[in-house]
């Protein structure tokens, strides 16, 4: 088996209500995703897919749902004052963990048709989540 990973970058802000500490307070991040591919064999170019088409793939959802976005469960009260500012905010069906994130991004390239095994989102230099399926 081969595995192939490429790495984005992007950034966004968030809160997790729930949490004890600080992190349950508006705050950003400037993140990597780092998405692996697998494949039994290579393609006619010698390669399990090219690391630009999961770049571009990874992109189009990061760059139109994700990056300089506020990321906020469909909950968060905070909601109705954001829409009143005219703030850009997006809405999540779970809270917006690193590991939620990776779901995410995960499904997304799935749906693309790429034989993803992972995706690793590193929220901090020393944190990173991990999603993959059976
Ligand atoms: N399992 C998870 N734990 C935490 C998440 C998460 O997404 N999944 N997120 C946060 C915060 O959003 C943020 O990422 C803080 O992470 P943390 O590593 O605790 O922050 P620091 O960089 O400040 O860490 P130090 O090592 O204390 O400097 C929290 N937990
Ligand atoms: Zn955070």
Redesign the pocket.
């Given at each position: 088996m081969f595995t192939i990973t490429k790495e984005v970058y992007f950034c966004y802000g968030?809160?997790?209500m729930r949490?004890p500490?600080?992190?349950r307070h508006l705050?950003g991040?400037s993140v990597k995703a780092a998405i692996t591919v697998q494949a039994a064999g290579l393609n006619e170019q010698g390669m399990v897919c090219d690391f630009a088409d999961i770049a571009r793939i990874a992109s189009d959802y990061i760059d139109r749902e994700l990056d300089h976005n506020l990321l906020l469960h469909r909950d968060d009260p905070l909601v109705p004052l954001l829409a009143a500012a005219g703030e850009r905010y997006s809405l999540l069906d779970e809270h917006?963990?690193?590991?939620?994130?990776a779901q995410l991004i995960y499904r997304h390239a799935q749906s693309q048709g790429l034989a993803v095994a992972s995706v690793t989102l590193w929220?901090?230099?020393?944190?990173c989540?991990t999603y993959s399926e059976p």
């Amino acid at each position: 088996m081969f595995t192939i990973t490429k790495e984005v970058y992007f950034c966004y802000g968030h809160r997790l209500m729930r949490h004890p500490g600080k992190c349950r307070h508006l705050h950003g991040h400037s993140v990597k995703a780092a998405i692996t591919v697998q494949a039994a064999g290579l393609n006619e170019q010698g390669m399990v897919c090219d690391f630009a088409d999961i770049a571009r793939i990874a992109s189009d959802y990061i760059d139109r749902e994700l990056d300089h976005n506020l990321l906020l469960h469909r909950d968060d009260p905070l909601v109705p004052l954001l829409a009143a500012a005219g703030e850009r905010y997006s809405l999540l069906d779970e809270h917006p963990t690193a590991e939620y994130l990776a779901q995410l991004i995960y499904r997304h390239a799935q749906s693309q048709g790429l034989a993803v095994a992972s995706v690793t989102l590193w929220e901090t230099a020393s944190a990173c989540a991990t999603y993959s399926e059976p």
